[in-house]
């Protein structure tokens, strides 16, 4: 059955919240994070930004909006490579330079994981400091 459709279905049926489909906006949960100073394996270009998840499809979705752009998209962070740039296409300019995808995904999977403890909070949560 067609993703789409099953989703469709679950939310009609009353098993699965609306919000746990597509997300509103009051559905996120966001943390401000930043680079350490002397810290090597900070995986994004800008040195600064939000951490945000919300449950998108019945799973936990993470991104990142860095605070040194102009971007209106979110980037989404995932340790699929394949998965993220699909879903990203096109957003060359938010992650660091790196030399292969197993330092790429060594570097964000500490993202992915505060980013998915993130998704435990209230939606609408905002975390200021390092509490996750």
């Known amino acids: 059955m067609n993703g789409a459709l099953l989703a469709g279905f679950l939310v ?3 098993i699965l919240p609306a919000g746990d489909i597509l997300p509103m906006p009051g559905d996120f949960r966001f943390q401000k994070i930043q680079k350490a100073a002397g810290e090597t394996d900070w ?4 040195k600064s930004g939000m951490l945000g998840c919300a ?4 799973g ?3 991104y990142f909006l860095p605070d040194e752009t ?3 998209r979110a980037f ?3 340790v699929n490579v394949f998965a ?6 096109g957003m ?3 992650l660091a330079p790196y030399d292969n995808a197993e330092q790429l995904v060594r570097r964000i999977a500490p993202f992915v994981t505060m980013g998915q403890r993130l998704c435990d909070q209230a939606p609408g949560t905002f975390v200021s400091g390092p509490e996750l």
């Open 92 to 94: 060359t300019d938010i």
């Open 55 to 58: 449950k998108v499809f019945g």
């Open 43 to 46: 995986p994004f270009v800008a």
């Open 84 to 89: 993220m740039s699909m879903v990203n296409f």
């Open 70 to 72: 102009d971007m209106n």
């Open 60 to 62: 936990r979705a993470v």
């Open 12 to 14: 009609t049926a009353g």
């Open 76 to 78: 989404n962070l995932d």
